[in-house]
């Protein structure tokens, strides 16, 4: 993790990576879009999409696995409270505790490599933003424009303002877009995965296309205000969608956990240290419900 957000401040805020300077043709329409002023003045601007990205997810998961946590705590079943403390060697760590930062943590993890993803890929390509004439403002005369058809390729070809030049060096793959699907999809993904009380069968795909129709309306914003190319928004997209899915998919294992319920002590035990060595803890949910259906059987019989 350290080494992560170390290589995300050297891409951010240090020029040790240079960008590649990518040249373009006299008069090109495609580069030659109004600048709508800076990135502040944009109708998502970066303070409310990071705080978006990072605050929402963070409170979705803390408040729902707290949830879920107090409905198995409240629970009649002796046998399912006994087993809401996960014992070491050295400390008593609660499964909520423990469950609450092992997806936040993964999160936050796939948020850095996102970031990572996107400035390795502004750097390496120097792809133009469709504003960039107009903000690198070329003397066409001195540069010998008379043809559209002539090739500019060095960095003094422009008399505009270094920063704003430098930012519309940087748009492939957009920034905006790739940690909007991520953050989303995640989310969707956990709610999905993790909550499983009744009356949610509808809720659950609403909230999760609602967050996924969000992120999608920040591409389109880049796109309208003429701050990235299709391509950008839509490669920006895919980088999203492919850390978030191997993120759930392949490290967090869809939010499941794999402690087992026994009414063997000797089982119990066993369960026990195996839920130690294992990095995975059941859904306090699925411990409720599945305390709640032997109760009723046991009720029935």
Not at 17 to 36: A, E
Not at 70 to 92: A, E
Not at 198 to 210: C, I
Not at 212 to 236: K, P, Q
């Amino acid at each position: 993790m350290a080494g992560t957000v170390m290589l995300a401040y050297y891409f951010e805020y240090t020029d040790t990576f240079n960008v590649h300077v990518q040249g373009f043709f006299c008069y090109d329409n495609s580069y030659t879009k109004p600048y709508l002023g800076p990135e502040e003045t944009s109708a998502i601007p970066p303070a409310l999409l990071y705080t978006l990205v990072a605050g929402v997810p963070t409170l979705v998961i803390t408040v729902t696995e707290a949830v879920l946590f107090l409905m198995l705590y409240t629970s009649k079943d002796p046998d399912s409270r006994r087993k809401t403390i996960v014992t070491g060697d050295c400390c008593y760590l609660n499964p909520v505790v423990r469950r609450t930062f092992r997806f936040l943590g993964v999160y936050v993890f796939g948020l850095f490599t996102t970031d990572i993803f996107v400035n390795a890929g502004q750097v390496v390509t120097g792809n133009l933003a469709p504003h960039f004439l107009t903000v690198c403002k070329p003397n066409y005369t001195a540069l010998g424009c008379q043809q559209a058809l002539r090739y500019i390729s060095h960095q003094e070809a422009c008399t505009g303002n270094e920063d704003d030049i430098l930012r519309a060096r940087k748009t492939f793959p957009s920034k905006e877009a790739a940690l909007s699907v991520y953050a989303a999809l995640y989310l969707a993904m956990y709610i999905t995965c993790s909550v499983r009380a009744r009356g949610t069968r509808l809720a659950k795909p609403v909230m999760a296309l609602g967050l996924m129709c969000l992120a999608f309306l920040t591409g389109l914003n880049r796109v309208a205000e003429y701050r990235n190319h299709w391509s950008d928004v839509i490669a920006g997209f895919i980088i999203g969608v492919a850390i978030a899915t191997f993120l759930v998919v392949c490290v967090v294992h869809n939010f499941k956990g794999t402690v087992l319920l026994s009414e063997d002590p000797q089982q119990e035990s066993v369960s026990s240290g195996a839920m130690m060595s294992m990095p995975r803890v059941e859904s306090p949910l699925e411990k409720y419900m599945a305390s709640q259906v032997r109760a009723n059987h046991v009720h029935s019989i």
